[in-house]
């Protein structure tokens, strides 16, 4: 890691809009960070001598008055390489918010928390615009008021943390500072709903010569509908309610030696609507008319428990600094379907001369995950080797664990076994089946070694090398090389070359999700069928590997003044054997696998497969000042991300090939190569004389192309702009009021048809969100 400190005017950028390598610090403050990307532990003078390009979002004015209320939504509006958007209509997808760099997939970009592995998700998402086929990290699940700072390396970094770091790394930098204060927000739509409440509160407590800084936060996120009034369905934002605490302190013990300890917990309640079912058109197949004789929205119920420590020792040893730390991370999922039937119970009934009456909600089962991380590092530096050299090196070994739950039987039986009774499973959402039902495990070790030297005062060169082996695939070994060189006082050239990987998930490996569908009148089985299975092995589905990739970054900063920066990187990530998610297979479209699915009693089937090679190249450009204006001070900041995502080799199993439009279909193609913008822009002023500060940021996001369900279909989204609008008056010392809005002028998506969009709907959720224009209000107390 890099300690890096920053005088209070250099390279300053509104903490409302972050900065692209450079901390946004408040005037006359003197704070030490820790930065991703290198492992020196002395002091550098700037961020932006930095070998690869690295973002600091201070979250410091974000939290006091900012607009958005969780870390998805404000690292959207603030990085251009980052994309979260919110899914509606897409099943457990609409539940978590997924997060992605660079364009590429949620999977592929490690988080770490204090710079300490992150664990991902229990869920991977299958359905939605964004991220399909992958599992994530869940930014929601950190309380906003905990974090000091959010770190974004724009480069790829196997070599130095492991697997998912291939488009990037973010690091999430908890507080630990002495004092306390609170906020209170209140938002909602403009057309008046998803009424939004947030309450949250941070104290730091002094232990001896250490701080131990405890966060609560409770929010409270109503549903919003965009549907139009003779339209059944509920379009719009997930009705989330979130209880969570965190605590993160460290504790000198003697000398050189720290305790330090991070703990963290949410549960949250949310619920989505899933397709409607529309009265007679659905019955029988679908609903009971004595149940519901206009139809009815069933509710998928999700119940999240996120849980998260860290513990940790640091101490000296013969002049070398040690970190030996041990990470725990665990997420639950379990659903509840409402307002739904089982139709083929209900329908079973009636034909037997009953009410045709069913239960109304179902226990659907669920999944978790957890992981185990410990870690040992080690670090000194060497004033006279090579001009001044860190050499860092250290060990890894981390185990995870993987089960699905099957529902209660009503949730997914087929009540008469001969489909003449209606769907089986809870409408909206079958439950897992006994069958899907699974608790694997796997670990891996890691060793690691990382060198970085100051050959001259102009050359910088860091080199390090990472050996990994995972139980269930075997070994990878990953390397990277980047440098920069001054040219002169203001301009600096940086680069760096790389590979990576990124291990097959258990969730990819051993997902499994069954459902009934109807055939020529005959129940057959739809499975998704997990690697290894009976199914996959009869297709010739071989087992999955890691992802490989090649990362090159090429660019420059320019600081001509200690109010002025500007920063140019290109980049490209080549990645070999990507894991998709396969489309449906049945006798129709592969007669010969369909013989073989008809014979084990299976209709139709997916799976995970290692089937594609993508490229992906890109620009970032980041500009920032900040100057007197009149009796106040105005900062600007710009920030830019072009990227371009492209499919160039898809690889059938032998047993698939001639198969390759089944195996990744156009429509899932596009669903690869642009799962968002190819373009994202923010362009950010903020305006402040005496009590009072002005706010105006204005977000572009380019063009989008998706496919829709008929062949030769393309939806077109069109570039769009939104803006975001602020006003803050520091009232007391210690009390601040903000009001503001966002996208005021109440942009959406592109209108398309809704018979081929994903979502159903004429607005799809894709760059930036359907919902429209919000309001929101903070108030802001420091004690």
């Given amino acids: 890691m890099r300690a890096i400190r920053l005088l209070p005017t250099a390279l300053a950028v509104l903490s409302l809009f972050g900065g692209t390598g450079a901390l946004a610090q408040e005037t006359g403050s003197l704070e030490r960070v820790t930065v991703i990307g290198s492992r020196k532990s002395l002091p550098a003078a700037s961020s932006t001598e930095t070998l690869v390009p690295v973002d600091i979002y201070s979250m410091s004015k974000v939290t006091e008055g900012g607009g958005q209320f969780d870390l998805a939504q404000t690292l959207q509006y603030l990085s251009p390489s980052f994309n979260s958007t919110r899914q509606t209509g897409a099943d457990g997808a609409d539940l978590i918010d997924s997060a992605a760099l660079r364009g590429l997939g949620s999977d592929q970009t490690l988080v770490l928390v204090n710079g300490k592995r992150r664990h991902t998700v229990a869920l991977v998402n299958l359905f939605g615009a964004r991220n399909r086929g992958t599992t994530g990290t869940d930014m929601n699940s950190l309380p906003l008021l905990a974090i000091d700072n959010v770190q974004v390396l724009r480069d790829g970094a196997a070599a130095q943390y492991g697997s998912d770091a291939i ?125 519901y004789p206009n139809g009815f929205v069933p509710y998928i119920n999700g119940k999240i428990e ?186 600096l050239l940086r680069g760096a070359a790389s590979t990576g990987f990124r291990a097959p998930s258990l969730q990819q490996l051993y997902f499994s999700s069954t459902f009934t569908d109807f055939i020529s009148g005959r129940p057959l089985d739809v499975v998704l069928a997990p690697n290894g299975s009976k199914i996959t092995n009869a297709a010739g589905v071989p087992a999955l590997k890691q992802e490989k990739s090649k990362n090159l970054t090429l660019g420059f900063t320019v600081k001509p003044s200690n109010d002025t920066a500007i920063t140019v990187d290109l980049y490209q990530i080549n990645i070999r054997d990507r894991i998709v998610l396969s489309g449906r297979f049945d006798e129709d479209n592969y007669p010969a696998l369909g013989a073989i699915l008809q014979g084990l009693g299976v209709g139709q089937a997916q799976f995970f497969v290692n089937s594609v090679n993508t490229r992906t190249r890109g620009l970032d450009l980041t500009a920032s000042s900040r100057n007197k204006l009149g009796d106040g001070q105005l900062s600007t900041f710009l920030a830019l991300n072009v990227s371009r995502t492209t499919v160039t080799a898809i690889h059938a199993p032998t047993s698939l090939k001639g198969f390759e439009d089944v195996l990744l279909s156009e ?62 008056w520091q009232a007391t010392p210690a009390l601040k009021l903000s009001v503001g809005g966002n996208n005021v002028f109440n942009v959406k998506p592109s209108r ?32």
Wanted: net charge neutral.
């Fill in 167 to 291: 488009a990037g790394v973010i690091n999430v930098q908890l507080k630990k500072k002495a004092g306390c204060e609170a906020v209170a927000g209140y938002g909602q739509y403009s057309k008046g709903d998803g009424k939004n409440y947030l309450a949250s509160a941070y104290c730091g407590v002094k232990l001896g010569d250490g701080t131990l800084g405890i966060t609560g936060e409770w929010q409270d996120r109503g549903r919003s509908n965009r549907a139009d009034p003779d339209n059944p369905r509920t379009i719009g934002d997930t009705q989330v309610k979130n209880k969570t605490v965190y605590l993160n302190g460290e504790l000198p013990v003697s000398g050189a030696d720290k305790l330090y300890v991070t703990a963290g917990a949410q549960n949250r309640d949310a619920s989505s609507a899933a397709w409607a079912r529309n009265g007679d058109d659905d019955i029988p197949s679908r609903n009971s008319a004595a149940m």
């Fill in 306 to 491: 996120d849980r998260y420590l860290i513990v940790g020792w640091k101490s000296a040893f013969a002049g070398w600094d040690t970190d030996l730390s041990q990470t725990y991370g665990s997420n639950k999922l379990r659903y509840s379907i409402s307002h739904t039937l089982n139709a083929s119970i209900a329908n079973k009934d009636l034909l037997a001369g009953g009410k045709g009456i069913s239960a109304t909600s179902f226990d659907a089962g669920g999944f978790g995950f957890s992981q185990a991380t410990t870690n040992f590092d080690v670090s000194r530096f060497f004033p006279d080797l090579a001009g001044g050299s860190n050499i860092a090196f250290g060990a890894e070994y981390r185990r995870e664990k993987y089960d699905i739950v099957a529902g209660e039987p009503g949730s997914y039986i087929d009540a008469d076994g001969v489909g003449f009774g209606g769907n089986a499973g809870s409408q909206g959402f079958p439950g897992f089946q006994p069958s899907d039902a699974t608790n694997r495990s796997r670990n891996s070790q890691a060793i690691y070694l990382d060198w970085e030297a100051t050959l001259t005062p102009s050359l910088t060169l860091d080199a390090a090398l990472r050996g990994e082996h995972y139980s269930d695939f075997g070994s990878t070994t990953t390397a990277k090389l980047a440098g920069s060189y001054k040219v002169g006082k203001d301009l």
């Fill in 667 to 728: 429509r899932e193609r596009l669903f690869i190569e642009q799962g968002g913008p190819r373009s994202k822009a923010t362009l950010g002023f903020e305006y402040s004389r005496g009590a009072w500060t002005g706010e105006a940021k204005v977000v572009h996001f380019g063009s989008q192309t998706q496919g829709g369900f008929s062949d030769g279909v393309f939806l077109h989204y069109k570039p769009k702009t939104s803006m975001d609008l602020g006003l803050s």
């Fill in 752 to 783: 398309q048809n809704p018979d081929e969009t994903d979502n159903g709907f004429y607005y799809d959720s894709v760059q930036f969100g359907l919902n429209g224009a919000s309001y929101f209000a903070r108030a802001y107390y420091r004690f």
